[in-house]
């Protein structure tokens, strides 16, 4: 029986480690999905300027 325990405390501790680090991972992903997002917003801004600032120049007629 106490070896049954023993085995039985063994296999919970492996469990959790193996929890913990799928949790690590789906953070680790978050977060590098998060920075992907930030730099999607940062690079449709930036497009967004350049195409209103090309719409606002006075030689915009030249570039059609």
Same mark, same amino acid.
């Given at each position: 029986?106490?070896?049954? &325990? @023993?085995?039985?405390?063994?296999?919970?501790?492996?469990? =959790? +480690? $193996?929890?913990? *680090? %799928?949790?690590?991972?789906?953070?680790?992903?978050?977060?590098?999905?998060?920075? &992907? @997002?930030?730099?999607?917003?940062?690079?449709?801004?930036? =497009? +967004? $300027?350049?195409? *209103? %600032?090309?719409?606002?120049?006075?030689?915009?007629?030249?570039?059609?």
């Amino acid at each position: 029986k106490a070896n049954d &325990t @023993a085995q039985d405390l063994a296999d919970l501790g492996n469990e =959790l +480690r $193996e929890r913990g *680090e %799928k949790l690590e991972n789906i953070a680790d992903r978050s977060e590098e999905m998060a920075n &992907t @997002a930030h730099q999607f917003r940062e690079n449709t801004r930036r =497009l +967004r $300027e350049a195409y *209103e %600032k090309k719409q606002k120049s006075p030689f915009t007629f030249l570039f059609q």
